[in-house]
C-alpha cells in the first residue's frame, strides 16, 4: 500500500515537470527563440541642414550684394591693398639774390658775387644855388631772385650837406612807393649816412629814387653812394 502510493506521488512529481519545461518552452518562443534575436538595429545618422546664409558673414553679405561676388572676388581674385600716392618731398626754399641793375648816366653799380649785397656810385646827384639847380633825382631797379621770406633789405645812403642862413635842404628816398625822407636845418655843414630798411616778403624788384633838394639863397645838398645789403 505505501509502495503504490510512492509510485503514484513520483508519477505526479513527473508530470509536473514535464508541464512545467513544456510551459517554459512556450513562454519562450522554443529553443531557438534567443539564437534568432538579432543585435541592436543600427542607428541611422540624419545629416545637419545647411546653416541660414543670413547667419554667416559670407551670408549676410551675399544677402545684401544680391548674392552676386563683387569686384576682385568675381574673378577669382584676392583684393589687394589701394597703393597711396607718396608725396614729393618738399624742396628747400632758396636764398634770396640781388641782381644786376641799370643805372643812370655818370653812376656805377656792382654787386656781391653771392647776390646778397651791392654798391652804388653817384657822381652827379646834386644840387645848390651855386650848381645852377636846387633839385635832382635819379633812380635805379635791382631785381630780387629767391624766397626773401622775412628778409630785409638794409641801405645805407652816403652824402654830403651844407646850408647857410635861411636854407634847408631836404633827402627823400623812396623804395617800391614808400618814401623816407630827411631835412636839413640852416646852418648845418657835415657829411651824413642815412639807413632805410625795405622788407623783400613778396618783393620780386626793389626801385629805388634818390631826391636832393635845397630851399634857400644858399645850400648844397648832393647824394655820394647807395650800399645795399640783406639782412
Do not use: W
Not at 553679405?61 to 576682385?72: E, V, Y
Not at 649785397?117 to 635819379?138: H, K, N, P
Request: include cysteine; proline fraction near 7%; hydrophobic fraction near 35%.
Amino acid at each position: 500500500m505505501r509502495t503504490r502510493h510512492s509510485l503514484t506521488a513520483a508519477v505526479v512529481a513527473l508530470i509536473a515537470i514535464v508541464v512545467g519545461i513544456v510551459l517554459s518552452l512556450l513562454a519562450g518562443g522554443g529553443p531557438n527563440a534567443h539564437a534568432e534575436e538579432s543585435g541592436p538595429a543600427p542607428s541611422i545618422v540624419t545629416p545637419a541642414p545647411p546653416p541660414d546664409p543670413g547667419t554667416t558673414a559670407g551670408g549676410r553679405h551675399a544677402t545684401k550684394t544680391g548674392g552676386r561676388p563683387s569686384g576682385a572676388e568675381a574673378h577669382g581674385k584676392t583684393p589687394s591693398a589701394v597703393p597711396t600716392r607718396t608725396q614729393k618731398a618738399a624742396t628747400a626754399p632758396k636764398p634770396p639774390r640781388l641782381g644786376h641793375a641799370k643805372v643812370p648816366a655818370g653812376a656805377t653799380y656792382g654787386v656781391s658775387d653771392d647776390g646778397r649785397a651791392f654798391t652804388a656810385v653817384y657822381s652827379s646827384l646834386e644840387s645848390g644855388t651855386d650848381i645852377g639847380r636846387l633839385s635832382r633825382t635819379q633812380s635805379l631797379t635791382i631785381p630780387v631772385t629767391g624766397d626773401a621770406d622775412d628778409t630785409t633789405l638794409t641801405l645805407a645812403l652816403q652824402g654830403y650837406v651844407l646850408t647857410g642862413d635861411d636854407t634847408t635842404a631836404t633827402l627823400t628816398v623812396t623804395v617800391n612807393g614808400a618814401a623816407t625822407t630827411h631835412t636839413y636845418h640852416a646852418g648845418t655843414d657835415r657829411s651824413f649816412t642815412e639807413s632805410v630798411d625795405v622788407p623783400l616778403r613778396g618783393v620780386r624788384s626793389c626801385r629805388i629814387s634818390v631826391r636832393v633838394e635845397v630851399d634857400g639863397a644858399d645850400g648844397y645838398l648832393n647824394a655820394s653812394s647807395l650800399d645795399g645789403q640783406l639782412e
